[in-house]
RNA sequence: GCCGCCAUGGCGCAGUGGUAGCGCAGGGGCCUUUUAAGCCCAGGGUCGCAGGUUCGAAUCCUGCUGGCGGCACCA
């Protein structure tokens, strides 16, 4: 790094500023290769197309009086060439830059004799000096710390992990034009709330100064929008960040994208079409993103998905009926913690059924499936079944063995919802902490008159996850959350312990 | 929060109690069609941090920090 300070100097020194030029390119590097293409193809007539392109320096060879360097931009790679004989002052610059450096060039493409389509410099700029080198140029950034903490090093020196970043960017897009398709109309709600509601999290806490008063971070979208649904929306999403205050795992991130839509006037089955549209075309716009071709994809996620009720999988996988021991409550815990499953304490059959769901069943469900029907008690915004109240008209898509989506017809009754959250408040009390609180401002809301309808929450990540094959969220969010310690404070410990860096 | 694994030049890795090595990158030199170019030369490391055991510690022990994996909880 000293000789690169040292060059920047001698080239300021020269009249040649490292930093802060400007150069105009006519194309990218996938575009400049088009055009020799075309050239060729058109019998070589005429001149070959000289092209002005600009990027970083991933490689650099040189062989006495020649040197080729690999100039990557946002579309690709393309070779640059200049020799000694031919063009003394390109050749000077070529052999003068460094690994990382960012340059423009322009020049004549020709092919070298290996068929590598390169442009042979006539004008090279120095558009701004690598201080740093890139990673190692083979192996990259192998080590996940760094790769989390200096994604921006990780991605300049491994261009083709920028690849799942641009399809979540796809997959994102696709889901907000079908929505929008569809009419809905894309909404942003409060981050920053006074009783953050919506879901079973531990939440976030903050300060307002002005206001001196506590603030959380939402951790779900939904009681927001359904005061939209009252307000006379017929059709509302929000795609956004929530924030819950938990373990951190492969597949858990502190904060995470979520995508929640509600639309009045339809059940469960709307819900159950829409998510189906939206995965669907979620694949299709992740997969038409150049290069996914070789995507691992280890779950198959064309709809239509499989459908099966909550009971009937735990007790074909588990060999427990709830339905048949509902009645007998102490037999069917003993039931379920014969064959080892963990329960909480006093244990209702839909404590049973849950436990053995989210023990037993979940994780085992690869091919993607909705699993519907589940109890009232760890549904406290779903509406009721209309032939069977211990149950609700909520269903979750599950892939990969892991929720992908939470989707329900949505509670509308005032009086039930007040119930339901005095039930839950008292959960609280007993020291639940993820026990949905009462929200007053939220039931005043319901009291007015919310249509009928059905609401969709969707993990956003988790479905980049699947449809990339990404195998951690981690993978997928460009700065992770990491912790802040004492060893990896900053990026480079040299400079932070003071000392000159030795490179 | 608990358990396990990991931490060696800028990066990728080797080194299991006896003077810290290799490749890439960086410096110097050779080479006019290279593709992780090649060849020669010379550099660069308080082995994550702090203690301890030992004649002697990168190596063994303890604590701490960070990461990864698992459990718990959730999407």
Redesign the pocket.
């Known amino acids: 790094m000293a ?2 300070r040292r ?1 920047a100097e001698a080239l300021r020194a020269a009249g040649t500023p490292p930093w802060n030029v400007d150069f105009t390119r006519d194309g990218t590097a996938l575009e400049a290769l088009r055009r020799l293409t075309a050239y060729e193809q058109a019998d070589r007539a005429g001149e070959p197309p000289v092209v002005r392109v600009a990027g970083r320096i991933l ?8 040197a ?1 360097a ?1 100039l990557h931009d946002e579309s690709g790679r393309l ?1 640059l ?1 200049a ?4 063009a003394p002052a390109p050749f000077e610059w070529l052999t003068g830059l ?2 990382g450096d960012i340059v423009g060039a322009a020049g004549p493409l020709v092919r ?5 389509p ?1 442009l042979r410099v006539g004008e090279g700029v120095l558009l701004a000096k690598a201080l ?2 890139p ?12 790769r ?1 903490r200096r994604r921006h090093l990780d991605l300049l020196s491994t261009p083709g992990r920028r690849r799942p970043f641009v399809q979540r960017a796809a997959i994102i897009g696709a889901l907000r034009a079908e929505l929008d398709r569809r009419g809905f109309l894309e909404v942003e709600t409060p981050i920053l709330q006074p009783i953050p509601g919506g ?3 531990r939440p976030f806490a903050t300060r307002h100064h002005a206001f001196d008063q506590d603030l959380f971070l939402r951790i779900a979208l939904e009681l927001h929008l359904k005061r939209l649904l009252v307000a006379g929306f017929g059709r509302v999403y929000e795609l956004g960040r929530v924030f ?1 205050n ?9 904060e ?1 994208t ?1 995508l929640e839509a509600y639309q009045a006037h339809v059940g469960r089955e709307g819900m159950v079409e829409l998510t189906e549209a939206l995965v669907g075309k979620a694949v299709a716009a992740a997969d038409a993103v150049p290069g996914t071709a070789e995507t691992e994809r280890t779950v198959d996620l064309r709809p239509p998905f499989r459908r099966a009720r909550m009971v009937d999988l735990v007790r074909d996988a588990v060999g427990i009926d709830v339905l048949a021991g509902w009645d007998a409550p102490e037999e069917l815990a003993a039931a379920a913690r014969s064959l080892g499953v ?1 329960l909480p304490p006093d244990p209702t059959p839909a404590l049973v059924l849950v436990a053995c769901y ?2 037993r069943v979940e994780r085992t469900l690869e091919a993607p499936t909705f699993v519907l029907d589940h109890p009232v008690e760890t549904s406290p915004l779903a509406r009721r079944l209309p032939d069977d109240p211990r149950f609700t008209e909520r269903f ?1 898509l599950v892939a990969g063995g ?5 989707a329900f017809a949505e509670l509308n009754d005032p009086v039930d919802q007040r119930e339901r959250f005095l039930e839950q408040a008292r959960r609280r009390e007993a020291g639940d902490l ?1 026990a949905h609180p009462m929200d007053e401002d939220f039931l005043e809301a319901l009291e007015h008159g919310m249509p009928p309808a059905g609401g969709m ?1 969707l ?1 956003v ?2 479905l980049v996850m699947l449809v990339t094959g990404a ?4 993978d997928v969010v460009l700065f ?1 959350t ?7 404070a900053g990026p480079d ?2 400079e932070r ?1 003071g000392g000159s ?3």
């Open positions: 000789a690169r060059t490689g650099l060879r040189s062989s006495g009086g020649l080729f690999d070779q060439m020799d000694r004989g031919g460094d690994l070298t004799r290996r068929g590598e390169t740093r080198p990673a190692e140029k083979f192996h990259g950034l192998r080590d996940r710390e760094a989390y879901g079973r999290a819950r938990e373990g951190l795992s492969p597949r858990h991130a502190p995470f979520m963990g989210e023990e979750e892991r929720e992908l989506v939470n993820e929450g993990g990540d988790r195998a951690a969220i981690r992770p990491l912790r802040q310690g004492e060893a990896g410990p040299a312990a860096p030795t490179l």
